[in-house]
């Protein structure tokens, strides 16, 4: 910015275009026990949150992914940062939060409802999560779609493990993996 | 290449936000330009899908802010003008500025201030004012013709 502008202006305008439902996607960034978390919604519901604490690689995905109209707004996400400090704070075990899969694959919308059902603490396998979309050969299928799981920690991909219990990949590292399991109790 | 897509507003607007508030805050008085601060982006944000592609955008926000100045100037006088004394003390060099510009009609200002404030192209000065380059450069020169018999007076 080559001059500055009023701080009180900067979030003035944000929460008008917020309110005047004029953005394609709306993104704050919010600090974790799992560091720094990016932390995006559309008018439809979350729709992303990354561990890259840099937030430009980030913009340019959401732009491709809901509209150019991406735009910092800290009230759009309030709720959802409140709901994030609370599960960290283990004051909360579930979120009530909207969504938004819907650009999506059809197979991967599908898993990500299935791992949704996983409860707070407990664990399942990739195996079971195929069965239980009646696909029970798709072990494998099922671990690339949770890899690229945009919504973690809130769609729950890091309780799922290795057939023999074992913590496996984690898009967002095994650190972070174990970390999220040791605070709801499941290591 | 990158200049050609359309970044997300988040950039567009990091990038103009604060040059955009300056300029409003000279033509307008700081009271007046944080209403028309809200406006301008307002607009920007409501034009940005039917963008074609992200060259120019600098002389397209000034562009916006710029009819959001005229259009302000054709409704009466907002009772915050008269309310402003205070602007003055706070940033004394827009106002040394302010003073300079203040007075001229509305086309001739706007002209003046993008001209030799923001070193925008009489081209993009032109389809600010809704006009064109030809006029834009009338509208500039006489502007500072009307200043230079003011200082000599």
Known sequence: MTSSLPSELDRRFRDSATEAALLDAAYDVAE???????????????CRISFDPDPELE?????????????RSPSA??????????YFGRRRTAFELDVDTKALPAFQQLVLEELARVPYGETATYGGLAARIGRPRAARAVGGALNRNPIPI?????RVVGSTGRLVGYAGGLDRKRTLLALEGAA | MASMTIPPFERFYSDHAGEVFGYLAKVLGRGPAEDAFQETFLRA??????????RH????????ATRVVLDSRRRP??????????????????????HLVDGLPPTERAAVVLRY????????????LGSTEVAARQAASSGVRRLRERSTA
């Open chain 2, 77 to 98: 006088e907002p009772a915050l003008l008269d309310g402003e004394p205070a602007t003055t003390d706070e940033r004394p060099a827009y106002a040394e500025l302010e």
């Open chain 1, 32 to 46: 974790s026990p799992v560091g720094p978390l990016l932390v995006a919604a559309t008018e439809r519901g979350l």
């Open chain 1, 77 to 86: 996400l309030s709720r959802a940062r409140r709901q994030l400090d609370e």
């Open chain 1, 154 to 158: 809130v769609l729950p991909c890091h």
């Open chain 1, 59 to 71: 913009l340019d995905r959401l732009a491709a992914l809901a509209g150019p109209r991406v735009l």
């Open chain 2, 45 to 54: 944000l409501r034009g940005y899908p039917a963008l074609e592609h992200g």
């Open chain 2, 117 to 128: 404030g923001y070193d925008l192209s009489y081209e993009a000065i032109g389809d600010a």
């Open chain 2, 57 to 64: 955008l600098r002389a397209w926000v000034f562009t916006i």
